[in-house]
């Protein structure tokens, strides 16, 4: 699959303005809500009109404003699968699948279709059910089956996890990813969760405010954000203000400290971030006397706050995230953070 | 006792019903799809029946197809007549009881789960497939409440209709006029056995709304589950 979008459509004060590229595999669109991912998803499946730009899938132009092409959503080929599955209430699961079969005239190839997906779906026993007796994993999977055999050229997921319990979710994820993996289609898959774009996503675009501020290879991204909005929704918990003064080393009034980074700075650094697991007792990069703020227990882990000596105490703690049996129970005298894990970041989110 | 005026409502409440139904459905419809400034002032078009004093409708409906205004000499050239006549009835009631059903289809269309329709654009379905099938089913409830309660107003309807078809025996009685003329003339115990008919009706009328309430109220509770 290669799609590209660039589209612009207002909402009342808020401007989509999304922009980027995708090939193959699954993409992430990643970004708080609110954030226009999900209607930027919308605007590619056809339901909602872009106000302009462009939508071009595998070649083929689905919109283009200026050229007056708006390809109803029946013919684009698109498969959408919404948070709650969107089952159609009055129907059967049976009849729910059959819906994506309209299309097809040979009796033959419904069947056959319509057996395959209950079978992959594993949805035996539940084609007499109506949507309401199903549990929130066995509606994803029927609506998943549904898309399947109308047979899409793209796979559009809209947070399809967020409506699941947390336990179930992770589970349905796995479970999910193997059988994306057997629909052999490209998806977008549209998230706010970083752990499901990490887990799930080849390539991620990142959202925020109407507009894509970010689009790598995933690794590449959690590597390196390069925006304050992206390592925030990346999950970074440590960002501060920060300034240049060298190559290869940043001042950080906030914290009261100079770190030094692997990454040559550049022009326009507004801030630094450290991911909270980064910090090592034993790292001799970037070590720092470091004075004890408080600690949160989880299930796996600890989560310590901390300020550097010297921080103002009025500036917000840092967090270290400890795995349980990693450490030797004692708050250590010192920190360090590898300079390959001092994040460099710029524009989007600054001031 | 003569049970003309029973017939003749039931007809003229039935008929009016069904045509409110459809008008209703596709004004209701059409309103959801509207911007929000337009939707209002439509809004309060339509709704008007429902907060004008009913003769005052009546009073329009006569001049707009009294016999000797333009639309009623159109009609009259067609064969078409509806002062003092049944059929004059079926009009008022229509226009009486339309706000009730446009307006509880409205709501019912409102609460729609538009991710319903958006599933179905995408996966081949035709707009008109999507309607019939999946969005009216869904609003099936809010619909027959609508119907109900419409059917209802038109089977009650009085001022409207006194106005345009008066109350000719055996011709344009209806149970409403029915009550007003014998108690009008000291026919008490005519009067009240006509008021228990209409009790008797609107008693089932109630019922049936009240059940249909409570179906959705199990259905929305099993699928909160």
């Known amino acids: ?47 909602e009109r872009p106000d302009e730009g462009r939508i071009v899938l595998d070649g083929e132009v689905l919109f283009d404003s200026a050229r007056g092409i708006d390809v109803p959503p029946q013919k684009r080929g698109v498969g959408y699968l919404f948070q709650s599955g969107a089952l159609f209430p009055n129907m059967t699961v049976e009849r729910n699948i059959l819906c994506g079969l309209r299309g097809e005239r040979d009796a033959a190839v419904r069947r056959r279709l319509y057996g395959e997906a209950v079978r992959m779906m594993r949805l035996e026993g539940l084609e007499k059910k109506k949507p309401r007796e199903l549990s929130g994993g066995q509606a994803q999977r029927a609506a998943l089956a549904r898309i399947w055999v109308s047979r899409p050229r793209v796979l559009l997921l809209d947070e399809p996890f967020s409506a699941l319990d947390a336990h179930l979710s992770e589970q349905i994820q796995v479970e999910l990813s193997e059988l994306l993996r057997g629909f052999g289609r490209d998806a977008l898959l549209v998230t706010h969760s970083r752990d499901e774009a990490y887990r799930l996503c080849g390539h991620i675009a990142v959202m925020h405010g109407g507009r894509v501020i970010a689009a790598k290879e995933t690794r ?25 003064i060298g190559a290869h080393e940043v001042e950080v009034p906030d914290w009261g400290v100079r770190l030094m980074c692997a990454k040559e700075t550049g022009e326009g650094l507004c801030a630094v971030g450290v991911r909270a697991h980064d910090f090592a ?37 840092l967090w270290w995230r400890l795995p349980k049996g990693a450490g030797r129970g004692v708050f250590p005298d010192e920190l360090g953070v590898a300079a390959e894990d001092v994040l460099l970041l710029y524009g989007e989110g600054c001031g | 006792m003569d049970i003309f005026p029973l017939i003749n409502s039931l007809r003229i409440a039935a008929i009016s019903s069904v045509i409110v139904f459809f008008l209703g459905i596709g004004a209701a419809y059409g309103a959801s799809r509207l911007p929000r400034g337009i939707k209002a002032a439509l809004d309060v078009v339509l709704t008007l029946p429902l907060v004008l004093p009913p003769t005052v409708c009546g009073f329009g409906l006569l001049l707009l197809v009294g016999a000797k205004r333009p639309l009623g000499i159109l009609l009259a050239e067609l064969g ?27 709501g019912a269309f409102e609460a729609f789960d538009e ?31 609508g119907a109900v309660l419409a059917f209802a107003r038109a089977l009650g309807e009085y001022g409207a209709t006194s106005m345009l078809i008066g109350y000719i025996p055996g011709r344009t009685a209806t149970i409403a006029t029915t009550v007003y003329q014998l108690w009008r003339t000291n ?3 005519g009067a009240m056995a006509w008021v228990a008919v209409n009790l008797a009706i609107s008693a089932v009328v109630l019922v049936a709304v009240n059940m249909l309430e409570e179906a959705q109220r199990r259905r929305g509770k099993a699928a909160g589950r």
Request: hydrophobic share 45%.
């Open chain 1, 220 to 244: 590449a991204l959690f590597d390196d954000p390069g925006s304050v909005a992206a390592a925030r929704i990346t999950g970074c918990k440590n960002i501060a203000p920060a300034r240049r």
């Open chain 1, 281 to 317: 007792p034993g790292e001799a990069a970037n070590r720092r006397r470091v004075v004890f703020a408080g600690a949160v227990e989880e299930p796996f882990a600890w989560i310590v706050r901390f300020r550097f000596e010297g921080q103002d105490e009025a500036s917000p703690a």
């Open chain 2, 115 to 145: 991710t319903l329709a958006h599933a179905g654009q995408t996966l081949g379905l035709g707009n008109t497939y999507i309607f019939w099938r999946i969005r009216l089913p869904a609003c099936r409830q809010g619909i027959i409440a």
């Open chain 1, 1 to 47: 699959m290669s799609l590209e979008v660039k589209i612009k459509k207002r909402l009342g004060a808020f401007l989509l303005d999304a922009e980027f590229e995708t090939g193959g595999g699954v993409t992430g669109l990643l970004g708080e809500s609110g954030c226009g991912k999900s209607m930027t998803l919308k605007c590619i499946a056809g339901v």
């Open chain 2, 187 to 189: 026919d008490e115990a």
């Open chain 2, 80 to 106: 078409v007549k509806l002062v003092m006549t049944w059929q004059g009835g079926v009009l008022a009631a229509s226009v009486v009881a339309f706000p009730l059903m446009y307006r509880t289809a409205r």
